[in-house]
């Protein structure tokens, strides 16, 4: 692999086989080299040794993968305190500390801000388990802004790269909350849209439907001239007040769900 920016990969071992190895393998493909225990532990290793001084300490970044697995490991937490009191030490800022915080859903997120809120305020990436192509790209251009800029390279630039990456992140976290929130209700469209298909085609709101101009006319009728009135009441579709008959917010979307298939049914046969 050459000469190439060294990363300490810190991480819950329950995650490593699904989660950790499929990234590392894409991260080494790309020219990081990589520093996971698996590999450079051997039986016999001083474990604390191992990790801290031959890991951590000479790693140029170090990235913690955050998860729900991770957030209950005490290896992860000391992993993290080692590495924020030896870059102190150093006399290293939180904007140039080696760490990358990585986390795999708005929930870790949420719970690494709390647990370990100087970690969010510099590089952060979402990587779900099932990322992208370009959430890895992203990652591996923050391992080496940060690491040109731990080797004291033009720093000034470096943190407005940082900056923008952080500043993209943001949008990145509101287009997603955007395409969730139309995911659900395009699934709500479609639930309704089920329901009304099988009430009408069920044949039990027949003489109910073909009121249908009369009862949306009429803010309330009497109960006795509103046909298959249990059904509809049942489906809410009408709602009882003491001896008058209401149509709900449900029977109007209802009604307008069969104008609007009437209609395309009108054009589909013409």
Request: charged letters at 35%; hydrophobic letters at 35%; proline letters at 2%.
């Amino acid at each position: 692999m050459g000469k190439s920016v060294l990363v300490f990969v810190s991480h819950s071992s329950e995650d490593k086989e699904k989660y950790i190895e499929p990234i590392v393998s894409d991260l080494e493909e790309c020219y990081i080299n990589i520093w996971i225990d698996k590999r450079k532990i051997v039986p016999g290793d001083n474990l604390r040794k191992s990790i801290f001084r031959d890991g951590l300490d000479k790693a140029d970044v170090a990235l913690i993968f955050f998860t729900e697995k991770s957030l209950k490991s005490s290896w992860v937490d000391r992993e993290i305190k080692h590495v924020l009191r030896e870059e102190s030490k150093k006399g290293n800022n939180f904007d140039l500390n080696k760490i990358i915080s990585i986390f795999d859903s708005q929930k870790t997120y949420e719970e690494i801000s709390n647990r370990y809120p100087e970690l969010t305020d510099d590089l952060l990436h979402l990587m779900p388990y099932d990322y992208s192509k370009i959430q890895l790209g992203q990652l591996i251009s923050a391992i080496w802004s940060k690491y040109l800029s731990l080797q004291g390279g033009d720093v000034e630039t470096q943190k407005q790269l940082l900056a923008k990456e952080k500043e993209i992140f943001q949008k990145e976290k509101e287009i997603s909350s955007l395409r969730t929130n139309i995911d659900k209700l395009k699934n709500k469209t479609n639930d309704i849209t089920d329901e009304f298909s099988q009430l009408k085609d069920s044949g039990l709101l027949n003489d109910f439907i073909e009121r249908q101009d009369r009862l949306l006319r009429h803010n309330a009728v009497h109960v006795d001239s509103v046909p298959n009135l249990a059904n509809a009441v049942t489906f809410g579709l009408i709602n009882l007040e003491s001896s008058a008959a209401k149509i709900s917010d449900k029977g109007k979307e209802f009604f307008k769900w069969l104008i609007l298939n009437e209609d395309k049914n009108e054009e589909s046969e013409s």
